[in-house]
């Protein structure tokens, strides 16, 4: 399952011109995992939750906020794990 949803995440990030160079998965995790952006800042992603709408919920929020490269960068997190609700920092 782990396998099959870290495919996906990379393969769906792509798609949504998001730039994953790594995924994480905490050694105390049972259904969370991050993903690190080419720019440095982590995603969280929860198993429970529809892969599908937190990236395109993602995607939504990055496009609606119009971060420019130099915001990107500065960006620690988005916190994708709780449903329909995006935290970041």
């Known amino acids: 399952d782990w396998f099959d ?3 996906m995440t990379e393969e769906l990030l792509d798609k949504a011109d998001i ?7 905490p050694a105390d995790s049972f259904d969370e995992y991050q993903a690190v952006t080419k720019y440095g800042w982590k ?4 198993l429970e939750i529809d892969l599908k709408k937190q990236i395109s919920g993602l995607k939504n929020f990055l496009a609606g906020k119009k971060f420019t490269q ?18 970041y920092k």
Request: glycine share 0%.
């Open 19 to 25: 730039k994953a160079s790594e995924i994480i998965i």
């Open 70 to 87: 130099k915001q990107l960068s500065e960006l620690q997190y988005t916190d994708l794990r709780i449903p329909d609700r995006i935290y």
């Open 5 to 7: 949803k870290i495919i």
């Open 43 to 46: 995603i969280y992603f929860s």
